[in-house]
């Protein structure tokens, strides 16, 4: 009798030694599982605020070289309230020398450059910008910029004619603050009879 029950002592002593391994395990393979669970929620989320960043940024990116498209196409058109100033050219037939003049206007525009060439009959009546619009070309600050037919004058002789687009030419790379004109009439190559300016070809300040 005393050896049954010191073999069922041992017995249950064995049991609850095995039990609380097996509790130890389950609470060990739990912690792990929850430690995996929470790395693999850390990781996702890591790369989801990476993933939203990189979007954000390249929003930003996109918004950024739209308004800086804007800002260029809006340049040949700007208002500077109060303080606006254009200049422009007019030229002697017979010294063939451009003299400069300086305007106060509403606005800063080739409209307007166009108007005091107009009112010095420079150019000729109902000449008028289709669009205008500065662009970097090459690197080079460029004024690219469309009239009506109206622009060339069939009536000029060849000096004439020259000195014409010379004032013009001088009139918005000094207002505009470019390096060169990129001209075209009705979205065609200028051509009078006299003078052809060929696609690719730049009006320079002379």
């Known amino acids: 009798m005393k050896y049954n029950k010191k073999i069922k002592g041992l017995l249950m002593v064995g049991i609850l030694i095995a039990s609380t391994i097996s509790m130890s ?20 989320t890591n790369e ?30 700007k208002t ?18 451009l ?9 800063v525009s080739v ?19 289709n669009k205008a619009k500065v662009e970097t070309v090459d690197g080079v600050r460029t004024l690219i910029v469309d009239v009506n037919d ?4 069939f009536d000029l002789g060849s000096s004439a004619e020259t000195l014409m687009l010379r004032s013009f030419t001088n009139s918005l790379i000094k207002t505009f603050k470019v390096e060169q004109v990129k001209l075209t009439v009705d979205g065609k190559s200028y051509s009078s009879g006299h003078i052809v300016i060929k696609d690719g070809e730049y009006l320079k300040f002379k």
Do not use: P, R
């Open 48 to 77: 989801g605020s990476e993933s939203k960043n990189s979007e954000n940024k390249d929003a930003s990116k996109n918004a950024t070289d739209k308004e800086k498209e804007s800002t260029q196409n809006n340049e040949a058109n």
């Open 111 to 129: 409209g307007n450059v166009i108007k005091a060439l107009i009112s010095e009959k420079v150019l000729q009546k109902g000449t008028d910008v």
């Open 25 to 44: 395990g389950c609470t060990t393979s739990a912690n792990n599982s929850s430690e995996q669970k929470t790395q693999t929620e850390e990781k996702n």
């Open 80 to 97: 500077e309230s109060g303080n606006a100033e254009i200049i422009y050219y007019t030229y002697d037939i017979n010294t063939e020398k």
């Open 150 to 153: 109206k622009f060339i004058n």
């Open 99 to 107: 003299t400069e003049h300086k305007q106060k206007a509403d606005e």
